[in-house]
């Protein structure tokens, strides 16, 4: 398996590997690289050379290389910084006759690329080889041992002569290898392991080339995997002798259908042990992966162009899709996906996308941490919404063949839903508005199916909750919960388009606490002043929590008259506590779907309004007061015309 042709075009989608030789003064660096471009071994060289470049048919992988040699002068400390932030690999030097120049890899030039943050690979590379004391017991590896182990950014050591062309093309391909062919990505020297993301990559190519999904890659899928990666077909003898090494080391690696998971993933850490990562790198690649291990931007559709009043929905298609993979990896059988479940099925991922905010908790689970298929899809729609992008990959991952921009679709502007009196949208986001100890985060927590805690704990981030609301008539819409912690309003609505995203508001209070009420209005007034400003008015609804507890006195009285004078309705008492949520959450949904209606009005709102209304009133008296004036001024010519025809 991997014979990959050495006159192929350049695949790493790069114009060249800089590469930047540093040392301590007198190691050789200016020698190794006139050495290594002119092939001759210079009796004078300059103290640093311009950059040289060899040529792209240098090295087999076919991508020019620019050599930066580096001055040893304190004075030139700065630019040598500056050479060697802009480095793709770093070649660092040391003289192989004086022990003190290697000493310094460690306590000064390995330090300073740490402290310049310099995350590129290293070479190291002994020079004048043909200069060291012949009685020097102690092998390259022995010595550099220790020092690989403390600095593991170093991909390789080597040794070199330029006065006897030892090994000198070796150091400068090793260094563009390591840029070209990573070992970091793929492996974990300390564990001698394939890393999880690269484990996870491989899985997926497994998957796709095992076409009859059986479990393992027949010999004709290993030939068309081959052809696909190497264009080049394997022998039957190649293929014999594959199996044979692979089921000499790791019997479970082979069965009777062929090479199985475990031993593709066991070839591939054996090519990397061996040094071959261009075998890995090439798979990968031909599968569209690029050096994060993610699937390359130019496989992926362009970003979802919309305005900011327009969202992202999946569509009947992927749904559909969803639930059948739902089903599939529903092992038990028992209507819910358990964390090991929803780990498997992401196991092709570059990462498990929900173990983090915003997506963390952000579904109804059942006892044992189950997602049921309703959870599992408002996850989905959450991830849409916020990350379309993100989503469109995640779907590629699990398996998803279809065209991807098939799986989405953007909705229409809310502002022309406002116009047209409905929206066809099936996924609606909610802020919630409220000061502390409102009872927010226990109405987003009754949202999800949780018990109320008595203890409080304030939110200082913003938190989402999704889930499918049942409609009368049997139709689904999914609800996002996004609550905005008290500290956070100033610094949404500083942002003009703050609100675009918006779909529906609610402005939660304790109904015990006449403050809490004063604050929630006081956010109303806020939320919808900006809405009026920015042109993104949002539906409002008041929601009186903590119904289980004794109103504020003129409780009634100043919540009918705020809701009337705004033009909004009545706010709807709850109790989290009880478990009486009184339809919120479908009432909630209902508003969201009439986004002309429920749209407060504030005193500068009003003003503006009637201001408006007045300029046009003047406007239109101007015009009337011009269309007689331009009647009667055409009635006089037509009076004054007949006078002087009957003169």
């Known amino acids: 398996m991997a014979r990959a042709s050495a006159g192929a075009a350049n695949p790493y989608g790069r114009t060249g590997v800089r590469i930047v030789v540093a040392g301590d003064r007198g190691?050789?660096?200016?020698?190794?690289?006139?050495?290594?471009?002119?092939?001759?071994?210079?009796?004078?060289?300059?103290?640093?050379?311009?950059?040289?470049?060899?040529?792209?048919?240098?090295?087999?992988?076919?991508?020019?290389?620019?050599?930066?040699?580096?001055?040893?002068?304190?004075?030139?400390?700065?630019?040598?910084?500056?050479?060697?932030?802009?480095?793709?690999?770093?070649?660092?030097?040391?003289?192989?006759?004086?022990?003190?120049?290697?000493?310094?890899?460690?306590?000064?030039?390995?330090?300073?690329?740490?402290?310049?943050?310099?995350?590129?690979?290293?070479?190291?590379?002994?020079?004048?080889?043909?200069?060291?004391?012949?009685?020097?017991?102690?092998?390259?590896?022995?010595?550099?041992?220790?020092?690989?182990?403390?600095?593991?950014?170093?991909e390789t050591c080597i040794e070199c002569s330029a006065f006897k062309h030892i090994q000198i093309p070796e150091v400068f391909y090793y260094a563009q290898k390591a840029v070209l062919h990573p070992t970091g990505p793929l492996f974990d020297q300390e564990t001698q392991t394939l890393k999880p993301r690269c484990v996870r990559a491989l899985k997926r190519i497994f998957i796709l080339c095992d076409h009859d999904k059986d479990g393992a890659l027949s010999d004709a899928e290993l030939n068309d995997f081959q052809v696909k990666c190497f264009n080049a077909p394997l022998q039957p003898s190649e293929i014999i002798g594959v199996k044979r090494v692979v089921a000499e080391k790791l019997p479970e690696g082979v069965n009777e259908r062929g090479l199985t998971l475990t031993g593709f993933l066991f070839l591939h850490a054996l090519f990397i042990e061996k040094g071959r990562l261009e075998t890995t790198w090439t798979v990968l690649r031909k599968f569209g992966y690029n050096n994060d291990i993610k699937l390359a931007d130019e496989l992926l559709p362009s970003s979802f162009k919309r305005a900011p009043d327009q969202s992202v929905e999946l569509t009947n298609e992927a749904i559909e899709y969803l639930k059948g993979i739902f089903e599939l990896f529903d092992n038990n059988q028992d209507g819910a996906l358990r964390p090991r479940e929803i780990e498997e099925l992401f196991s092709t991922a570059a990462e498990s996308p929900w173990e983090k905010a915003p997506y963390l908790d952000a579904a109804e689970k059942?006892?044992?941490?189950?997602?049921?298929?309703?959870?599992?899809?408002?996850?989905?729609?959450?991830?849409?919404?916020?990350?379309?992008?993100?989503?469109?990959?995640?779907?590629?991952?699990?398996?998803?063949?279809?065209?991807?921009?098939?799986?989405?679709?953007?909705?229409?502007?809310?502002?022309?839903?406002?116009?047209?009196?409905?929206?066809?949208?099936n996924v609606f986001q909610c802020f919630v508005f409220g000061p502390n100890k409102a009872g927010k985060s226990a109405l987003l927590n009754s949202f999800l199916g949780r018990p109320v805690s008595d203890n409080y704990n304030s939110s200082t981030e913003e938190r989402y909750a999704v889930n499918v609301v049942d409609q009368p008539g049997g139709i689904k819409k999914t609800l996002v919960l996004k609550e905005i912690p008290e500290d956070g309003v100033s610094k949404l609505l500083s942002d003009k388009e703050?609100?675009?995203?918006?779909?529906?508001?609610?402005?939660?209070?304790?109904?015990?606490?006449?403050?809490?009420?004063?604050?929630?209005?006081?956010?109303?007034?806020?939320?919808?002043?900006?809405?009026?400003?920015?042109?993104?008015?949002?539906?409002?609804?008041?929601?009186?929590?903590?119904?289980?507890?004794?109103?504020?006195?003129?409780?009634?009285?100043?919540?009918?008259?705020?809701?009337?004078?705004?033009?909004?309705?009545?706010?709807?008492?709850?109790?989290?506590?009880?478990?009486?949520?009184?339809?919120?959450?479908?009432?909630?949904?209902?508003?969201?779907?009439?986004?002309?209606?429920?749209?407060?009005?504030?005193?500068?709102?009003?003003?503006?309004?009637?201001?408006?209304?007045?300029?046009n009133r003047s406007l239109m008296f101007v015009s009337v007061g011009a269309a007689v004036a331009i009647v009667g001024l055409a009635a006089y010519r037509v009076y004054a015309a007949r006078k002087n025809a009957s003169g």
Request: hydrophobic share 40%; aromatic share 6%.
């Open 366 to 425: 059942d006892a044992f941490g189950g997602l049921s298929l309703d959870g599992f899809l408002s996850e989905w729609s959450l991830m849409t919404l916020l990350d379309p992008s993100w989503s469109m990959e995640n779907l590629i991952y699990i398996g998803y063949h279809g065209d991807p921009l098939s799986a989405f679709r953007v909705t229409r502007r809310r502002r022309l839903d406002r116009k047209k009196q409905q929206t066809d949208r």
């Open 498 to 615: 703050s609100l675009a995203t918006c779909d529906i508001a609610i402005f939660v209070h304790d109904s015990s606490d006449v403050v809490s009420w004063k604050r929630a209005t006081e956010l109303l007034v806020e939320v919808a002043g900006h809405g009026e400003d920015t042109g993104f008015e949002v539906p409002c609804l008041i929601v009186a929590a903590k119904d289980d507890l004794n109103s504020f006195p003129m409780a009634i009285q100043d919540s009918t008259r705020v809701s009337q004078d705004m033009g909004i309705e009545a706010p709807i008492p709850i109790s989290a506590k009880l478990g009486d949520l009184n339809t919120v959450f479908r009432r909630i949904v209902s508003a969201a779907e009439h986004p002309h209606l429920s749209i407060p009005e504030t005193e500068a709102g009003r003003s503006r309004k009637q201001y408006h209304r007045l300029i």
């Open 27 to 154: 190691t050789g660096k200016s020698s190794l690289i006139v050495t290594a471009a002119a092939e001759n071994f210079p009796a004078n060289v300059p103290p640093v050379l311009p950059p040289t470049r060899l040529p792209e048919d240098f090295y087999p992988d076919r991508v020019p290389v620019t050599i930066i040699d580096t001055s040893s002068r304190v004075e030139d400390d700065g630019k040598v910084a500056e050479e060697l932030k802009r480095a793709d690999a770093v070649v660092l030097t040391y003289a192989c006759d004086e022990p003190s120049t290697l000493d310094r890899l460690s306590s000064f030039w390995l330090p300073k690329l740490r402290k310049l943050e310099v995350k590129v690979p290293v070479i190291v590379v002994g020079c004048k080889l043909d200069l060291r004391d012949d009685n020097q017991q102690l092998s390259l590896e022995q010595v550099m041992s220790p020092i690989m182990q403390q600095f593991r950014e170093i």
